[in-house]
């Protein structure tokens, strides 16, 4: 089989296997060594049990994208991220930047833990931004988010944003794309903490 598509919805590792499943619903698994984890085999199609007559197949539930806001030690702005995640999930795909203001990098996660409480952040509040988020639109958010640069400065005093401004740079250019509400943007601008 080739390789897979490159839309990764989530990724995780079990018993000696990989396991990936992306935007359009193609499911995949291979084994790996299991303390490298080097792929010994090529992908495979994961298959789906059949479908038992009795039963009716529910459908799968909607993607949500959310905002996700945590607190940090005291007097420091909270941390913000982007979660696309299933509904009542709280777990899915992480996108955010860490790191100091002047020097923030990517730390996009596949599969992270944020709204249980159990991912170790300490959740301040998060707002749903997008019900229904298709994969179409997952895909867009997924390029947007990999395109638009991490905050940097050469110099302290030349800080401007740090990641709650690189994530409303994203949801402008989601707005343009009609992924999420304009007006939920401009919200959000109210609730941004001061530079510190």
Same mark, same amino acid.
């Given at each position: 089989?080739?390789?897979?598509?490159?839309?990764?919805?989530?990724?995780?590792?079990?018993?000696?296997?990989?396991?990936?499943?992306?935007?359009?619903?193609?499911?995949?698994?291979?084994?790996?060594?299991?303390?490298?984890?080097?792929?010994?085999?090529?992908?495979?199609?994961?298959?789906?049990?059949?479908?038992?007559?009795?039963?009716?197949? $529910?459908?799968?539930? !909607? =993607?949500?994208?959310? #905002?996700?806001?945590?607190? &940090? /030690?005291?007097? +420091?702005?909270?941390?913000?991220?982007?979660?696309?995640?299933?509904?009542?999930?709280?777990?899915?795909?992480?996108?955010?930047?860490?790191?100091?203001?002047?020097?923030?990098?990517?730390?996009?996660?596949?599969?992270?833990?944020?709204?249980?409480?159990?991912?170790?952040?300490?959740? $301040?509040?998060?707002? !749903? =931004?997008?019900?229904? #988020?298709?994969?179409?639109? &997952? /895909?867009?958010? +997924?390029?947007?988010?990999?395109?638009?640069?991490?905050?940097?400065?050469?110099?302290?005093?030349?800080?401007?944003?740090?990641?709650?401004?690189?994530?409303?740079?994203?949801?402008?250019?989601?707005?343009?794309?009609?992924?999420?509400?304009?007006?939920?943007?401009?919200?959000?601008?109210?609730?941004?903490?001061? =530079?510190?």
């Amino acid at each position: 089989m080739s390789d897979p598509p490159a839309i990764v919805f989530q990724e995780f590792r079990r018993y000696r296997r990989q396991y990936v499943e992306y935007s359009d619903g193609t499911k995949l698994t291979r084994r790996v060594h299991k303390a490298t984890f080097v792929p010994l085999t090529p992908w495979t199609a994961v298959l789906s049990p059949p479908a038992s007559s009795s039963s009716s197949s $529910a459908p799968l539930p !909607v =993607l949500h994208l959310s #905002l996700v806001v945590e607190h &940090r /030690a005291a007097g +420091e702005p909270k941390h913000w991220s982007l979660l696309c995640h299933r509904e009542d999930d709280p777990r899915g795909r992480l996108w955010q930047v860490t790191g100091d203001a002047g020097r923030m990098r990517y730390a996009h996660l596949p599969d992270a833990d944020k709204l249980s409480g159990g991912g170790g952040g300490d959740v $301040a509040w998060r707002q !749903v =931004l997008n019900g229904e #988020l298709t994969a179409a639109q &997952r /895909a867009t958010v +997924e390029e947007v988010v990999g395109t638009e640069p991490p905050p940097r400065a050469n110099i302290r005093a030349d800080v401007k944003e740090n990641c709650q401004g690189w994530v409303m740079r994203v949801l402008r250019r989601l707005a343009a794309e009609g992924i999420v509400e304009e007006a939920k943007v401009d919200q959000l601008r109210e609730q941004m903490d001061p =530079l510190k």
